[in-house]
């Protein structure tokens, strides 16, 4: 056991050539690697939705020009090892981990595979199948709770070049060809779109080795994205996916037009975190929908765009330059279905006029300021919070968090609830079966009681269930759409109405 | 920068020593100490000098084994819920605002053997805290009937979320099908209808509670930052008024099976088509070799690496993803083979490229240099898996539950690493029988 020494290091002073970022952890025995590149799915050429997703997993899961795919599975497997890959709207990164006893090995090989990938055929056909497999059988027909959040995405970035799911859509995916992936590669794998990423107890020399052999990619690298401006929704603007379900999948949002780089990203976070925090008890949404009235499994909003890593810590290496404000409902009996939204947006709209209680301001800073102590635990996340850190601007974020919190007041944070968050313009994505007679409760404003398990209910919260059961939505009918689950993610954008 | 940070970050260099594994005598290279109190509670206690984060773990030997009593499934994960419902003196408000001050990351989940708490917390300074208002909990649980009713639909809505999840469905038609009188036959979460009745049910979970949630069924495992001294001091501080139960769990013996069983799930919309096959096979041991060789078997023949895998996945491309899964169990389970194949039409070849592999490897002794492999493998992915303080504790669980005793890891691998091409065959010809198959597919996709 001893002290390793933190050296941060990241090479960015050329714009065309590649950068680094190093997180030396001397005596470590094993090594973390992340190459990022900052090229995603917005990058998809109009019509070729999905290549970047496609491009770069033939990377991560394809042969290289000497090896095999088989050949590459046989010679990780002894080492314990892998290649990951996560494809975001931004950006891309390929993950990996290995013991000190293998870094040669492990290392020549994904040096292959991204500098000198094979492209085969056969390849490229097993990795599109899957990829369109994924969009129209297991998003669609397997996995509801995310096929929500996907719909949201529609919603909320139609005619956005983040307007697409990362995988694509059927059809396009059905036109691509290998030499699309191959056009991909060349056009964007430039040096000055890549960050490599080195955590652990590699050797002092190790670093340059890495950063000459990358330097064979070309040097130059891609403008930056001109994005739209977001489009906020125009009042409350309803899609509703129809298939046979016993539950209603819902999730909602609107763009907000901050980011971790902005100050009032921090008072922002303490009213999110206060209002949804991901899978915490502190959630109000949470307290008000599960704890209080046991309707389903859980509830929660987030300022940023969430995806979970290990445990229930933020996942890192999505950073976008958009964002937007979300709730996720999870599942319930579709009986619920109407009382839930109510219950969600009129809580919404407490928060909005009301601001965050002060007692909950303090708890909800001194939770995160704990919290996110546990944010970066393993070498990848340590070395993924570092890149993002960059990304945004910090020197370390999680540092900045301990830095700026203290000095917060619940003012602050109330007025940035004003600022960036509504609560009457929403786009709603909804899963659920028996769509048109919900979406007529919903124009014509029905009460939408519900019925408890428990015949003693507190009487506060009957009291409470008749003000939600009642709370108006102004919802439109031709701001409704009743689309088929099953002909999502087939084209481009929503399904057509019929 | 605070000096509570810079006493954080300057505790986030400190590194992990993990050994070169190949060399390594022990898989489990950490010191441990285990003690079990007058009471019968187990505390392990792994105090390593390294980053400010404790891991808090309390195992309870109650899962769906436990289960044994007809239309009580689901009631071990039903009580994990309930355990979140505070005590007299700290009700589940106060509960809630102490682990969110802490900060900490916190959860339960439950198993077909065991239910885990866990508080990760940073600061030794709150270690005292965590172990106070833990062991309250344990001990002095309090909740009324409301409480159960509404916290029983929670449990409802936990169905809900996963009810779009064809393998969810797969492996409960699987299990229900395979077994006919152990515990095993459902799942973690229940049937539904047992779900369903779960408001009717306090007097049962007061019960289960009598029965389970004692000391002479608990593991309390701490990793982390903090003294052991300390530590035991704390624990029997808060622990020992805790009393035993020596209550003795009688799960139903599962009869042999004796003919091949075959079952076929019609989901509602599409999906990609789904294959289990199932074979009865041993409990975990770290002494008998049978569930070690037929580890070794899986990954050789199913694994990511193995010839079959690379044939149907990467070559014919018949199989989206191919796999064997023999998990440790307290009593005997079953040895499954999963695959999610690419069309329906397939499934047939696919459960017969199966079946004749398992014949294969009936006939011809496996390979020298591929069990060498899967060896090397197998320790470097638990070697992976000790990078963190929370890694090094939750990598332990597992075992904790097995058998009460850390030490069983170390003489798991001792058994991998002894393990010969013959002993393989042997375990596959007991094991791989066709009247102890049951075989379970799921298609689907006609509906919208």
């Not at chain 1, 001397?26 to 999905?50: C, I």
């Not at chain 1, 006893?101 to 595979?113: P, Q, R, S, T, V």
């Not at chain 2, 030794?124 to 062991?135: G, S, Y």
């Amino acid at each position: 056991m001893g002290l390793s020494v933190l050296l941060v290091s990241c090479a960015r002073e050329n714009p065309n050539r590649l950068s680094s970022e190093l997180l030396p952890v001397e005596g470590n025995p094993l090594v973390s690697f992340r190459v990022l590149t900052k090229v995603g799915s917005a990058h998809d050429p109009q019509g070729k939705e999905g290549l970047c997703q496609l491009t770069c997993s033939l990377l991560a899961n394809g042969g290289t020009k000497d090896l095999t795919f088989k050949e590459i599975q046989k010679q990780f497997y002894p080492m314990a090892t892998s290649v990951g890959l996560r494809v975001d709207k931004e950006m891309a990164v390929f993950t990996g981990q290995v013991h000190l006893d293998n870094l040669e090995k492990f290392y020549g090989i994904l040096k292959a595979m991204l500098l000198d990938p094979g492209f085969r055929e056969e390849d490229f056909q097993r990795l599109k199948t899957n990829q369109i497999n994924f969009l129209e059988k297991t998003l669609v027909g397997n996995w509801d709770e995310q096929f929500g959040k996907e719909i949201l995405n529609l919603m909320m970035y139609a005619g956005h070049p983040y307007g697409h799911h990362e995988g694509g859509t059927v059809e396009s995916l059905q036109a691509l060809t290998l030499e699309d992936v191959k056009a991909f590669y060349k056009q964007h794998f430039l040096q000055g779109n890549i960050i490599i990423g080195l955590a652990g107890g590699y050797p002092v020399d190790f670093p340059k080795k890495v950063i000459d052999d990358f330097a064979v990619l070309p040097e130059g690298f891609t403008a930056a994205l001109g994005l739209p401006d977001q489009r906020m929704p125009d009042g409350l603007e309803i899609v509703i996916a129809e298939k046979k379900t016993p539950a209603t999948a819902m999730s909602m949002g609107f763009p907000v037009f901050l980011s971790r780089a902005d100050d009032d990203f921090f008072a922002l976070w303490i009213a999110g975190s206060h209002f949804g925090e991901h899978r915490q008890h502190l959630s109000w949404l949470f307290q008000k929908i599960r704890e209080e009235r046991g309707q389903n499994y859980g509830d929660y909003a987030y300022i940023e765009h969430f995806i979970q890593g290990r445990r229930k810590y933020p996942a890192t290496n999505y950073c976008r330059q958009q964002q937007y404000f979300s709730i996720w409902i999870r599942p319930l009996a579709n009986s619920n279905r109407h009382f839930a939204l109510r219950q969600a947006l009129l809580e919404l709209k407490k928060l909005v006029e009301e601001g965050i209680p002060k007692d909950r301001f303090e708890l909800t800073r001194t939770y995160l300021l704990n919290y996110t102590k546990l944010y970066a635990q393993t070498l990848g996340e340590r070395l993924g919070w570092q890149m993002d850190s960059h990304y945004y601007g910090y020197d370390d974020f999680l540092a900045e968090v301990q830095k700026r919190l203290p000095s917060l007041t619940h003012d602050d944070v109330n007025k940035a609830i004003k600022k960036y968050l509504n609560f009457d313009k929403l786009y709603i994505a909804l899963i659920t079966e028996d769509a048109q007679s919900f979406k007529d409760a919903l124009v014509a404003n029905i009460p939408s009681p519900i019925t408890y398990a428990n015949p003693n209910m507190p009487k506060e919260i009957l009291e409470e269930d008749l003000i939600y059961q009642t709370f108006p939505l102004d919802v439109k009918p031709e701001k409704v759409r009743v689309l088929p689950a099953a002909e999502f993610f087939q084209k481009t954008g929503l399904p057509e109405n019929k | 920068m605070t000096k509570q940070l810079s006493v954080f970050l300057t505790a986030l260099l400190l590194m992990f020593a993990v050994p070169s594994i190949l060399r390594s005598s022990g898989i489990f290279p950490y010191e441990y100490k285990i003690k079990t109190l007058d009471s019968g509670l187990t505390v392990v206690s792994i105090p390593l000098n390294n980053p400010d984060i404790i891991s808090h773990y309390v195992i309870v030997r109650s899962g769906s084994r436990n289960e044994v009593e007809p239309g009580k499934s689901g009631f071990a994960h039903f009580f994990e819920h309930m355990m979140f419902k505070g005590t007299k003196t700290m009700p589940t408000e106060a509960y809630n605002d102490f682990i969110t001050e802490l900060g900490a990351g916190t959860n339960g989940f439950t198993t077909d053997d065991y239910t885990c708490y866990f508080v990760v917390f940073a600061g030794r300074e709150n270690l005292e805290e965590v172990i106070k208002v833990e062991a309250d909990r344990f001990i002095n649980l309090y909740y009324d009937e409301e409480m159960l009713k509404t916290e029983a639909t929670v449990i409802e809505g936990e169905y809900y979320a996963s009810v779009s999840n064809p393998s969810r469905r797969l492996s409960e038609t699987l299990r229900n099908t395979a077994f006919e009188k152990h515990s095993y036959r459902h799942t973690t979460l229940g049937y539904l209808e047992d779900i369903l009745d779960m408001p009717n049910q306090y007097d049962y979970s007061q019960l289960f509670r009598k029965r389970f949630y004692v000391p002479d069924n608990t593991i309390l495992l701490v990793a982390g930052d903090f003294d052991h001294e300390q530590l035991m001091g704390y624990v029997h501080k808060y622990y020992d008024d805790w009393n035993p139960s020596n209550y003795t769990l009688v799960t139903p013996e599962e009869p042999p099976q004796t003919k091949p069983k075959r079952a076929h799930y019609e989901w509602p919309t599409r999906t990609l088509p789904l294959l289990a096959i199932g074979f009865h096979g041993p409990a975990y041991s770290d002494e008998k070799i049978d569930l070690a060789a037929l580890d070794l078997m899986a990954e050789i023949a199913f694994s990511r690496s193995s010839a079959l895998y690379l044939r149907l996945v990467i070559e014919e491309q018949k199989c989206q993803s191919l796999s064997a899964s023999f998990s440790d169990h307290r009593d005997p389970y079953l040895l499954v083979f999963n695959a999610v194949v690419k069309k329906e039409e397939d499934l047939p070849y696919v459960e017969e490229a199966i079946l004749k592999e398992l014949e294969r490897l009936e006939q011809e002794l496996v390979d020298e240099k591929a069990l060498a492999d899967i060896k090397s493998n197998l320790k470097y992915s638990f070697a992976n898996a000790l990078g963190t303080t929370d890694g090094i504790a939750s990598s332990l669980l597992h075992y904790l539950n097995l058998t009460g005793d850390p030490g069983t890891v170390n003489r798991l691998f001792d058994l991998y690493d002894k393990i010969t091409p013959q002993d393989i065959q042997e375990m596959v010809k007991t094991y791989f029988k066709t009247t102890n198959s049951t075989v379970v597919t799921l298609s689907g996709g006609k509906a919208k």
